[in-house]
């Protein structure tokens, strides 16, 4: 796992011209450019100490430093803008590289020794990462060295010009002959200088993930963090520098987003001067990571967007991204099948009888896609028929399924899906194989797989414990097991839950331990079922991170199912994560957590924006007029979808701010769009303002098929569309064409 890059081979081949001018290197100083942004850093000569000079808007010259009055006790480094700061030297800000050394003293200097650039970008070992070929990235390589710790680091630049995107990790390497130990290890820092920003970061907690939240950045630390052991639902490893005047489509916004599934923290510091400190890496209460002579830490990588065009732009850059050069699912530009989960019609309550009755019932109404929750595993006193026992005896049920996973699912996949030519039904399963109930053989057999710190007390939630998934034989349990499963029965789809935070870890390393563990084992999963459709869940959107977006095309979005709640969910998430990566369901009335009775239509209209969509309920009960509604919602969903995948996305208003949020989508080919708007209260007064659309083409006619009326993009944009709504909850869908 602890490897260094091998790559250094490789550069004395690559020309300026081969990396296309993303990247050059004048002397010391370092120009990275996209198309639309500059990333400019040098190596000041007096200190070998690496400088932020721009990140921003494309520019041509390296300028001098803003001039700040010398005196009082903020002096030296502290006053220029740091891209690797350590501890010691002149700088009272938090550093981005805290170590430990052997003899208890925290003081490091990484100085400047050398560089290379190379088209393309290495793999990070055993961390998810963006990747990309020669014509999509380039990478910049910078060595530093501590001469009197002996400790090295690597800096890793890589440029996505076509994204305006930068993926940034480092490695640390202790070349001496003591253990040094990094306390944190923050993989994105950079220093912006003196501008009024706002943070805008995704704040919340389970059923409530992921709402927008901004704030301006004052002196001292703005920050946030999650110690979960998982990105979590409470704050979410993204955070977004605006500047103040900067809205949805115009204005400057730097966007930062973790590629890592673990604990993390962020922050902006401002210090007196008024430059912007970004820090965004492990959180460092669960860092303290152990590196013996020889050894090499890498650090998870992270990513920044830069976008003049508003937050919507900085998010259209991160979809692009994370779709084309972070996914390596193959599933990721495919459309998804509509699809039933049994879990809030049947919960516990299933046996193969039951469940194919309710399989037979999703056939008719279309659905292609049935899906399994829970329940269907453990055996005899530790059969799983409530969340109290079963976890880790990953077994079909004998007395539930008493022929087995096999022959049950041979009757589902029997099954003709209606109005599709004939189509077999598909079967998906739920799994939470990060899990252990105490009541269960596995934790008979191995109670020290759990996570726990010496006699401690092990905390339960929901009456289960974490297995440790840093210790290898975890690894392989479940990389067995679940592979047994798979390979008994004809399954599609697999459901990836895991219901709880980490508390009671060994040590504080074993967080980032768990994830490498977590991506080794997944790793070999999806390389070893590649017909399998991944959908990570973590109780609702709890691990919705572009960790799990690397291996698993998509994740389930929140528990929270309620229309009205949900639309907050899904535009926040939005705002880093594409839609095509979200899954998002149509479930019963009145809702189970808001008790909301909103129609099935505008239920419909907020799901079928996701790249996954489906069915949480128990069809027989529909009310007749739901029934009728739901093969018109699947033929929609089926002509939204490609668009969903493949299409840019758009947050026309926001229902934080308006009481008519609306969407938009273009297909990739932009010759059509769709646009789901939405009224939250009837009202009297004011009318609903104009619904302005975006990015079409603006000399161009298009069609609204609902009508036959065409109007130019320019119209649309400009002028808008007049919408009308009657009551509370209505929404409407209009699919432009555009005339050729
Ligand atoms: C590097 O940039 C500095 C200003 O930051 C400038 O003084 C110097 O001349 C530049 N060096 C080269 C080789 O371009
Ligand atoms: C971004 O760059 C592309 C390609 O250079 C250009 O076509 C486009 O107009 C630019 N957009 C902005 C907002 O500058
Ligand atoms: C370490 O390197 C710096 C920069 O090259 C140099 O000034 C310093 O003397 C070196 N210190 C030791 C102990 O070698
Ligand atoms: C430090 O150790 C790393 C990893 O073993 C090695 O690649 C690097 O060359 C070493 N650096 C020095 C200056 O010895
Ligand atoms: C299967 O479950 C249903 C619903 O709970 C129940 O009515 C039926 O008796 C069960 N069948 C068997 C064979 O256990
Ligand atoms: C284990 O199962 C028993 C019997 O159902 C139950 O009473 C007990 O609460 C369960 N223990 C835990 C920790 O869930
Ligand atoms: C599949 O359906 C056919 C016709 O309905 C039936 O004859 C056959 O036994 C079924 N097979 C399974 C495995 O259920
Ligand atoms: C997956 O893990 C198993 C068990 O550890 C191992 O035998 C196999 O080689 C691994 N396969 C891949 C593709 O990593
Ligand atoms: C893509 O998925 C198909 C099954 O859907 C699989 O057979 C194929 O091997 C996958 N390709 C890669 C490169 O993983
Ligand atoms: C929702 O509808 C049910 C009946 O279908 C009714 O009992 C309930 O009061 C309604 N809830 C709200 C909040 O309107
Ligand atoms: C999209 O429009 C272009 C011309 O603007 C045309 O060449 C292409 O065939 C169209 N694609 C589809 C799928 O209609
Ligand atoms: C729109 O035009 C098409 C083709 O002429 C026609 O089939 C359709 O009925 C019209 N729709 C409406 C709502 O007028």
Same mark, same amino acid.
């Given at each position: 796992?602890?490897?260094?890059?091998?790559?250094?081979?490789?550069?004395?081949?690559?020309?300026?011209?081969?990396?296309?001018?993303?990247?050059?290197?004048?002397?010391?100083?370092?120009?990275?450019?996209?198309?639309?942004?500059?990333?400019?850093?040098?190596?000041?000569?007096?200190?070998?100490?690496?400088?932020?000079?721009?990140?921003?808007?494309?520019?041509?010259?390296?300028?001098?430093?803003?001039?700040?009055?010398?005196?009082?006790?903020?002096?030296?480094?502290?006053?220029?803008?740091?891209?690797?700061?350590?501890?010691?030297?002149?700088?009272?800000?938090?550093?981005?590289?805290?170590?430990?050394?052997?003899?208890?003293?925290?003081?490091?200097?990484?100085?400047?020794?050398?560089?290379?650039?190379?088209?393309?970008?290495?793999?990070?070992?055993?961390?998810?990462?963006?990747?990309?070929?020669?014509?999509?990235?380039?990478?910049?390589?910078?060595?530093?060295?501590?001469?009197?710790?002996?400790?090295?680091?690597?800096?890793?630049?890589?440029?996505?010009?076509?994204?305006?995107?930068?993926?940034?990790?480092?490695?640390?390497?202790?070349?001496?002959?003591?253990?040094?130990?990094?306390?944190?290890?923050?993989?994105?820092?950079?220093?912006?200088?003196?501008?009024?920003?706002?943070?805008?970061?995704?704040?919340?907690?389970?059923?409530?993930?992921?709402?927008?939240?901004?704030?301006?950045?004052?002196?001292?630390?703005?920050?946030?963090?999650?110690?979960?052991?998982?990105?979590?639902?409470?704050?979410?490893?993204?955070?977004? =520098?605006?500047?103040?005047?900067?809205?949805?489509?115009?204005?400057?916004?730097?966007?930062?987003?973790?590629?890592?599934?673990?604990?993390?923290?962020?922050?902006?510091?401002?210090?007196?001067?008024?430059?912007?400190?970004?820090?965004?890496?492990?959180?460092?209460?669960?860092?303290?990571?152990?590196?013996?002579?020889?050894?090499?830490?890498?650090?998870?990588?992270?990513?920044?967007?830069?976008?003049?065009?508003?937050?919507?732009?900085?998010?259209?850059?991160?979809?692009?991204?994370?779709?084309?050069?972070?996914?390596?699912?193959?599933?990721?530009?495919?459309?998804?099948?509509?699809?039933?989960?049994?879990?809030?019609?049947?919960?516990?309550?299933?046996?193969?009888?039951?469940?194919?009755?309710?399989?037979?019932?999703?056939?008719?109404?279309?659905?292609?896609?049935?899906?399994?929750?829970?329940?269907?595993?453990?055996?005899?006193?530790?059969?799983?028929?409530?969340?109290?026992?079963?976890?880790?005896?990953?077994?079909?049920?004998?007395?539930?399924?008493?022929?087995?996973?096999?022959?049950?699912?041979?009757?589902?996949?029997?099954?003709?899906?209606?109005?599709?030519?004939?189509?077999?039904?598909?079967?998906? =399963?739920?799994?939470?194989?990060?899990?252990?109930?105490?009541?269960?053989?596995?934790?008979?057999?191995?109670?020290?797989?759990?996570?726990?710190?010496?006699?401690?007390?092990?905390?339960?939630?929901?009456?289960?414990?974490?297995?440790?998934?840093?210790?290898?034989?975890?690894?392989?349990?479940?990389?067995?097991?679940?592979?047994?499963?798979?390979?008994?029965?004809?399954?599609?789809?697999?459901?990836?839950?895991?219901?709880?935070?980490?508390?009671?870890?060994?040590?504080?390393?074993?967080?980032?331990?768990?994830?490498?563990?977590?991506?080794?084992?997944?790793?070999?999963?999806?390389?070893?079922?590649?017909?399998?459709?991944?959908?990570?869940?973590?109780?609702?959107?709890?691990?919705?991170?572009?960790?799990?977006?690397?291996?698993?095309?998509?994740?389930?979005?929140?528990?929270?199912?309620?229309?009205?709640?949900?639309?907050?969910?899904?535009?926040?998430?939005?705002?880093?994560?594409?839609?095509?990566?979200?899954?998002?369901?149509?479930?019963?009335?009145?809702?189970?957590?808001?008790?909301?009775?909103?129609?099935?239509?505008?239920?419909?209209?907020?799901?079928?924006?996701?790249?996954?969509?489906?069915?949480?309920?128990?069809?027989?009960?529909?009310?007749?007029?739901?029934?009728?509604?739901?093969?018109?919602?699947?033929?929609?969903?089926?002509?939204?979808?490609?668009?969903?995948?493949?299409?840019?996305?758009?947050?026309?208003?926001?229902?934080?701010?308006?009481?008519?949020?609306?969407?938009?989508?273009?297909?990739?080919?932009?010759?059509?769009?769709?646009?789901?708007?939405?009224?939250?209260?009837?009202?009297?007064?004011?009318?609903?303002?104009?619904?302005?659309?975006?990015?079409?083409?603006?000399?161009?006619?298009?069609?609204?098929?609902?009508?036959?009326?065409?109007?130019?993009?320019?119209?649309?944009?400009?002028?808008?569309?007049?919408?009308?709504?009657?009551?509370?909850?209505?929404?409407?869908?209009?699919?432009?064409?555009?005339?050729?």
């Amino acid at each position: 796992m602890l490897s260094i890059l091998g790559l250094s081979l490789l550069t004395a081949l690559v020309s300026a011209q081969a990396n296309n001018g993303a990247i050059t290197a004048n002397g010391m100083n370092f120009t990275l450019t996209a198309d639309n942004m500059s990333y400019l850093f040098h190596v000041d000569p007096a200190t070998l100490d690496l400088t932020s000079v721009h990140f921003g808007g494309p520019v041509d010259d390296f300028t001098p430093p803003a001039n700040i009055y010398e005196g009082g006790w903020s002096d030296g480094l502290t006053n220029t803008r740091r891209e690797f700061p350590d501890v010691g030297r002149s700088d009272f800000r938090l550093p981005a590289i805290h170590i430990l050394h052997s003899g208890g003293d925290t003081v490091s200097a990484f100085y400047y020794q050398s560089h290379e650039i190379m088209a393309g970008k290495p793999d990070l070992p055993g961390l998810p990462a963006t990747h990309g070929n020669e014509d999509d990235v380039t990478t910049l390589m910078v060595s530093l060295y501590d001469n009197y710790s002996d400790v090295s680091a690597v800096l890793s630049y890589s440029i996505f010009p076509r994204y305006n995107a930068i993926a940034r990790s480092f490695q640390i390497s202790n070349n001496g002959s003591n253990e040094i130990v990094i306390e944190r290890a923050a993989s994105f820092s950079v220093d912006l200088p003196n501008l009024d920003l706002d943070l805008v970061e995704l704040q919340g907690d389970w059923a409530h993930e992921r709402n927008r939240v901004r704030r301006p950045v004052t002196y001292g630390e703005t920050s946030f963090r999650s110690t979960e052991g998982y990105s979590s639902h409470v704050h979410n490893p993204f955070l977004a =520098l605006v500047s103040s005047d900067t809205g949805e489509s115009q204005g400057e916004a730097w966007g930062f987003n973790l590629v890592y599934t673990g604990s993390f923290a962020a922050t902006a510091e401002r210090f007196s001067h008024g430059f912007v400190r970004v820090l965004l890496g492990l959180n460092p209460l669960h860092s303290s990571w152990h590196l013996q002579p020889g050894e090499t830490f890498t650090s998870p990588e992270a990513v920044a967007v830069y976008s003049s065009e508003g937050l919507g732009g900085m998010s259209r850059s991160f979809h692009d991204l994370y779709r084309n050069h972070l996914s390596r699912s193959n599933k990721t530009f495919q459309t998804r099948p509509v699809l039933l989960n049994n879990w809030e019609g049947l919960g516990f309550d299933i046996n193969e009888t039951a469940l194919v009755n309710l399989a037979e019932e999703a056939a008719e109404l279309g659905i292609k896609l049935f899906v399994n929750d829970d329940g269907w595993f453990g055996n005899g006193e530790y059969a799983r028929t409530s969340d109290n026992a079963g976890l880790g005896d990953w077994e079909v049920n004998r007395e539930r399924f008493p022929n087995g996973l096999g022959p049950y699912v041979a009757q589902i996949d029997n099954l003709t899906v209606a109005r599709t030519g004939g189509q077999d039904m598909q079967f998906g =399963l739920w799994f939470e194989p990060e899990m252990v109930n105490q009541n269960s053989t596995l934790y008979q057999e191995h109670p020290e797989w759990a996570m726990h710190d010496r006699g401690y007390p092990r905390t339960l939630t929901r009456n289960q414990l974490v297995l440790n998934v840093a210790l290898p034989e975890v690894q392989d349990y479940i990389i067995e097991v679940v592979s047994r499963i798979i390979d008994s029965a004809n399954i599609q789809y697999i459901k990836w839950d895991n219901n709880r935070g980490i508390h009671e870890m060994p040590s504080p390393s074993t967080d980032h331990q768990y994830m490498l563990g977590l991506y080794r084992l997944i790793d070999n999963l999806t390389t070893t079922h590649p017909e399998i459709l991944w959908e990570g869940c973590a109780s609702g959107g709890g691990r919705f991170d572009a960790g799990l977006l690397y291996y698993w095309p998509q994740h389930w979005t929140s528990d929270n199912t309620d229309a009205a709640d949900r639309l907050n969910i899904q535009l926040g998430t939005s705002l880093v994560y594409p839609p095509s990566s979200m899954g998002c369901h149509i479930s019963a009335i009145p809702n189970g957590i808001t008790q909301r009775n909103i129609s099935i239509e505008y239920r419909a209209h907020v799901a079928l924006w996701c790249g996954s969509f489906g069915l949480e309920l128990n069809p027989s009960e529909l009310s007749d007029e739901e029934r009728a509604a739901v093969p018109g919602i699947i033929r929609e969903y089926e002509r939204i979808n490609p668009m969903v995948i493949s299409g840019s996305f758009y947050r026309l208003r926001l229902p934080e701010y308006s009481n008519w949020p609306a969407v938009q989508v273009i297909s990739e080919d932009e010759n059509q769009s769709v646009v789901f708007a939405f009224q939250q209260k009837n009202a009297v007064k004011p009318a609903a303002p104009p619904l302005r659309l975006q990015g079409l083409d603006a000399s161009a006619r298009y069609l609204n098929d609902a009508d036959n009326s065409t109007y130019t993009g320019a119209t649309y944009m400009n002028a808008g569309l007049n919408l009308a709504f009657e009551g509370d909850y209505d929404s409407q869908l209009i699919h432009l064409y555009k005339q050729q």
